[in-house]
């Protein structure tokens, strides 16, 4: 299985831009999806970024434009760029690797989030 650790938070003033990085261990990370989720205060968890196994990549309408999320399978990391952060993106950002296998089983490891901080 594989095991997602963050990094890469922080406090940035609006305007500002973090890079948010995650290194897995364990298991086979080329075949897992990798997703971005955040979660602010008093909000329910909401996806941010996606990167499939083939480089495809999806956005949260909120994000687009500003963020960018890649992945080096050689290095097992996936990295989330954020640029001109607002305050709306204050939240606590969690690393995801997904897959299924050829059974139809579901494999979804989390990693333990990274406090962002978007304030003057």
């Known amino acids: 299985q594989v095991q997602p650790v963050e990094s890469g938070g922080g406090l940035v003033q609006p305007g500002g831009s973090l890079r948010l990085s995650c290194a897995a261990s364990g298991g086979i990370f080329s075949t897992y999806a990798m997703k971005w989720y955040r979660q602010a205060p008093g909000k329910e968890r909401e996806l941010v970024a996606v990167?499939?196994?083939?480089?495809?990549?999806n956005y949260a309408d909120s994000v687009k434009g500003r963020f960018t999320v890649s992945r080096d399978n050689a290095k097992m990391m996936v990295y989330l760029q954020m640029n001109s952060l607002k305050p709306e993106d204050t939240a606590v950002y969690y690393c995801?690797?997904?897959?299924?296998?050829?059974?139809?089983?579901?494999?979804?490891?989390w990693g333990q989030g990274t406090q962002v901080t978007v304030s003057s």
């Open positions: 990167i499939t196994t083939g480089g495809s990549t």
């Open positions: 995801n690797a997904y897959r299924l296998d050829a059974l139809g089983r579901r494999f979804d490891f």
